[in-house]
């Protein structure tokens, strides 16, 4: 006797399947709608721009009633200085930080720690831009001398500490993917976890830790809240750690408000987010092309 | 001979000055990137308790329960907490069921090929994308090009968006946990894929799904800066205490992601804890959310059948 099943379960069947698929492929729809739409809206705005000024200029008056400016140069400079900053604190603490869990650490510290690190990752970004007022901010005026408490700096800190979860975890998992092998081989030369960690570890797992900084650098250029709180958002180039400045992320959030739909600052702004869009999906690729070619080895 | 009897283990490995020299850089090694371990979680200790020391005297029953007056800067949260639980459901209500089938289809469906591979990278940018650029996507395409206008719903649509790519990589983790043998044994009995999914598949990944999306809520609830441009207001004056407070299609509604900034940086007249007391309950909330992961979690281990 055969087992035939009803014509409708076929049916439901594909029709699941079929459903299945498109979820899958929606993830590229969707990227490609945030290009097409966030481009849609500044697009008209290209015809009037005019290269030189929007990426050599430092002169964001977008408010000036007869004579409107729109240099972004000193929010890219803002961007890459707080980023900067940040990463020069965060990569070696989360560096190290990955090495300690994945090397040092067992059982319930190792778990203790994993945890904190989520908890790390889990704070809101506009709770860690309080932060930066409430608590930050103090002692910026206090220890660093700051005429003003919300800067560079005080971003900088915040931004490290938030992009430091990400590298632990991506980090974490390369130096898990160096083979036990190795370690073995080092340790049975009389060498210590220092020089093993030096000497072994880090070159062979030197990849994905550089993967680990640049999803942290993805994560610092893209935060929003956190700057717009902190950083004092002051258009224009910093010369000190205290100076206040600006970012693109929080410029967008802060100005999109004030703007008319369809006009020529709203526009820029739009720009702005291709901008950003731009240098996160190059940070990214990047971070992905480089933990694909750790996988393939 | 009697020399030979008096190596003892413990000779053996007797201490020399080189053992010493090792024993020390073992030491330094492990203080030094403990120390770097520690300098993380030393300030996030800190600023808990630092921002719930602050915001504690302004905590009380009536401040969750009643509605703020007068801009924000008098009374309590509670048609803020309901503005945010309204995004957040509708958020995850979308974006989980996209996520975990995207994830299926990934995991169980597609095979090696440029494709595939376009769509994990994909995936990966959208995960990278500003949260500030989800926004503008949310004001072009769902407040104006779909008409919703800037309403509770553009506002959780764009959340969607925005978690979708990480309930995808959690969802893939914990199906890609499930041994293939069990899905080798359902196909040998002449189940199809999707039976095999349905019954094998998803039954024993479900713990592992479930928490990706938890603590995705926590994410939710945070973000700002993509809501305040599509749908969260920064006051709304709101009547009653109950639970259905606004009208999801139409109307804007507050969420305390936004109010924490609002009170932080642009309010006036307001009690210096206040903002603390709002930090507090946003901090709260995350380690609930974190703490029901991680519990879902190690029961989820606890019942393992591999």
Known sequence: ?297 | MSAHTDITPQATFAETPFTRKKRTQELIAKCFFGGMAALMVIPLIYIIVHVVAQGWQSLSWDFLTTNPRLGGAKGGIWSVIVGTLYIVTFSLCVSAPIGVLAAVYLNEYAKESWFTRIVNLAVVNLAGVPSIVHGLFGLGAFVYAAGMGKSILAASLTLAIMTLPVIIASTKEALAAVPRQFREACWNVGATRWQTIRRIVLPNSISGILTGVILQVSRAAGETAPVMITGVAVFKAVEGTGLFLYDPFREQCMALSMHLYFIATQASNVAPSLPFAIATVMIVLVLAVNATAIAFRSWLRSRKKW
Not at chain 1, 41 to 65: C, H, M, T, V
Request: glycine share 10%.
């Open chain 1, 1 to 297: 006797m055969q087992y035939q099943r009803s014509k409708t379960g076929i049916l439901i069947e594909r029709a699941i399947e079929l459903l299945i698929r498109l979820c899958g492929i929606s993830a590229i729809l969707f990227v490609f709608g945030i290009f097409f739409f966030v481009f849609r809206e500044g697009a008209p705005f290209l015809s009037k721009l005019n290269f030189a000024e929007f990426f050599g200029s430092a002169n964001w008056n977008p408010n000036s009633q007869n004579h409107p400016q729109y240099g972004v140069l000193a929010l890219i400079v803002g961007t890459f200085s707080v980023t900067g900053l940040a990463m020069l604190i965060a990569v070696p603490f989360g560096l190290g930080a990955a090495v300690f869990v994945s090397e040092f650490c067992t059982g319930r510290t190792k778990e203790t720690l994993k945890i904190t690190i989520e908890l790390l990752a889990a704070i809101p970004s506009v709770v860690w831009g309080f932060i930066g007022i409430g608590v930050l901010s103090p002692i910026m005026i206090k220890y660093f001398h700051a005429t003003v408490g919300v800067n560079l700096l005080n971003g900088a800190i915040l931004l490290a500490l938030m992009s430091v979860p990400i590298m632990v975890s991506i980090g974490e998992d390369a130096l898990k993917a160096v083979p036990d092998s190795f370690r073995e081989a080092a340790i049975a030369l009389g060498a210590t976890r220092w020089q093993m960690v030096w000497r072994v570890l880090v070159p062979a797992a030197k990849n994905g830790l550089l993967a680990a900084v640049l999803l942290g650098v993805g994560r610092a250029v893209g935060e929003t809240m956190a700057v717009l709180m902190a950083t004092g958002q002051s258009i224009r180039i910093p010369h000190a750690f205290t100076d206040p400045v600006a970012t693109l992320t929080a410029t967008i959030a802060a100005e999109l408000g004030e703007s008319n739909r369809g006009g020529d600052h709203y526009q820029v702004l739009f720009l702005i987010g291709i901008l950003l869009f731009t240098i996160t999906f190059i940070v990214n690729l990047a971070a992905d092309l480089i933990v694909k070619g750790v996988r393939r080895k």
